[in-house]
């Protein structure tokens, strides 16, 4: 699939645009302060398949944090800014790799000058993250409804701020609520901007809503070539973030290096709990790093058929399972053994 050529910008050790893979990302929803268990946090999202993360810098407690933090994590930070610039100067000074800000919340000019300042000092990138809950008062009237001319405009008059200040180390993203003002902010972004793009939906919802209300945002900017980073935002876990993330650039075709779980969506001839195994199995997929397609099928008779192209996979009746690869039947298993025996099965794999 061809990517829009955007600007490359470093971010720690990895490089964000020009036609790089698209990177994936999520926000910690612990306090940054608190080193151990963010820690845990931000490792944990990684061997999901983090690329990089951001985490919320609300004091200088925060900020402080991020120097050991560094210690203990292998992949890129970045430091979430409102209001305050000298919590800039200070996540800048103690490791951030990037940070976040809206220039228009930062305050005068010369607080900016200094944010700016800083970063060229130290390598740092940064993402203006233009968001339709906070446009300022030049961009749009009060009680008027947000468009992608908005986000846009947006968007134009802080890059311009930066970019006055000899600074072109920046990545944009123009995150709506509304699905289709959010795809047609980016694709007019995507003209008029060369700078890498950070796609997401901003307030998408609990999970159940969330990952359709994203997907539905994403998938169309994706497949256009269009984004170079993703967040799928949902009132949920930073790791289930990742785990959508993975699976929607998997079935575009953006992440080859996945496991592909299929199952089907049962019926009255099923016999046995194909929504248990097949959550075991996904559950086991998340942490492998192995192209391999799995199946799990509630029907034993047109189960390996439908699903002869999965490497492996088990076909349910009467109790028993079947355990079968491209199509054809190796074994037959108690359902109380289908798991364990799958899992070694996936295991060994190559």
């Not at 609300?58 to 991020?66: G, M, N, P, Q, R």
Request: aromatic share 4%; with cysteine; proline share 3%.
């Amino acid at each position: 699939m061809k990517r829009t050529e955007t600007n490359k910008i470093k971010v720690g050790n990895l490089t964000i645009g020009g036609t790089n893979t698209v990177l994936i990302q999520s926000m910690c929803n612990i306090k940054t302060s608190k080193v151990s268990e963010i820690c845990e946090q931000i490792n944990d999202c990684a061997r999901l398949g983090a690329d990089l993360m951001r985490v919320s810098i609300v004091d200088k407690e925060d900020a402080l944090a991020l120097k050991e933090i560094k210690k203990h994590v292998s992949i890129p930070l970045i430091a979430d800014i409102h209001f305050d610039y000298r919590l800039a100067l200070l996540a800048i000074e103690n490791g951030a790799d990037k940070i976040r800000i809206n220039p228009g919340n930062i305050g005068s000019i010369d607080k900016i000058q200094q944010v700016v300042d800083a970063c060229k000092k130290a390598n740092v990138s940064i993402r203006i993250g233009i968001n339709s809950g906070s446009l300022d008062k030049e961009i749009i009237k009060e009680g008027e409804k947000v468009t992608h001319i908005h986000l846009v405009n947006s968007a134009k008059k802080h890059v311009k701020i930066i970019e006055d200040m000899g600074f072109t180390d920046i990545v944009l993203s123009l995150k709506g609520s509304d699905v289709k003002e959010t795809i047609a902010a980016y694709r007019l972004a995507s003209k008029t901007f060369k700078y890498p793009l950070h796609l997401g939906i901003t307030e998408a919802g609990t999970k159940e809503v969330g990952v359709i209300r994203s997907v539905a945002g994403l998938s169309p900017l994706l497949l256009e070539g269009i984004g170079d980073t993703i967040r799928i935002s949902l009132t949920d876990s930073p790791q289930e973030e990742i785990k959508v993330c993975k699976r929607l650039l998997h079935d575009i075709g953006l992440y080859p290096n996945y496991p592909t779980l299929i199952s089907c969506p049962t019926c009255g001839r099923t016999e046995v709990d194909v929504k248990k195994v097949a959550s075991q199995v996904l559950e086991l997929l998340e942490y492998t790093n192995k192209k391999i397609t799995v199946a799990v099928m509630g029907c034993p008779v047109n189960g390996p058929g439908e699903a002869k192209h999965a490497d492996i996979g088990l076909a349910g009746g009467k109790m028993k399972w079947v355990l079968f690869k491209k199509g054809h039947v190796i074994d037959t298993i108690d359902e109380k053994d289908a798991f364990t025996r799958l899992k070694k099965e996936i295991e060994s794999f190559k």
